[in-house]
């Protein structure tokens, strides 16, 4: 089995930072593409920020030039860097990672899921 930790939530005031971590552990052959989601109570998860194995980027407009996504594929971890924060930006973060686990078996993964709450 494969489990994704994520941690680094909490609550900031606006125009603050916060830097959220996910690491991937267990039956893991090599991780491709990972992501983060976020949630809102009554709303869907929306896809915030992907990447891939390779470290080719993609954000949702909303966070385009906030947010920065990257990965440490040694230590199977991504991370979310997140600058300029605003109220809107408070929702239950999710890390998303798609692993592979064994020959041509490739399995996605989700997070526990992290506050983050922007409020001053």
């Known amino acids: 089995q494969v489990q994704l930790v994520e941690s680094g939530g909490g609550l900031v005031q606006p125009g603050g930072s916060l830097r959220l971590s996910c690491a991937a552990s267990g039956r893991i052959l090599t991780i491709g593409n990972m992501a983060w989601y976020r949630q809102v109570p009554g709303k869907e998860r929306d896809l915030a920020a992907t990447?891939?194995?390779?470290?080719?980027?993609n954000y949702q407009d909303s966070v385009k030039g906030r947010f920065t996504i990257s990965r440490d594929n040694a230590k199977n971890t991504v991370y979310l860097q997140m600058q300029s924060l605003k109220p809107e930006d408070t929702a239950v973060y999710y890390c998303n990672a798609r692993v592979m686990i064994g020959y041509a078996k490739w399995m996605t993964y989700w997070g526990q899921g992290t506050q983050v709450t922007v409020s001053s």
């Open positions: 990447i891939t194995e390779a470290g080719n980027t």
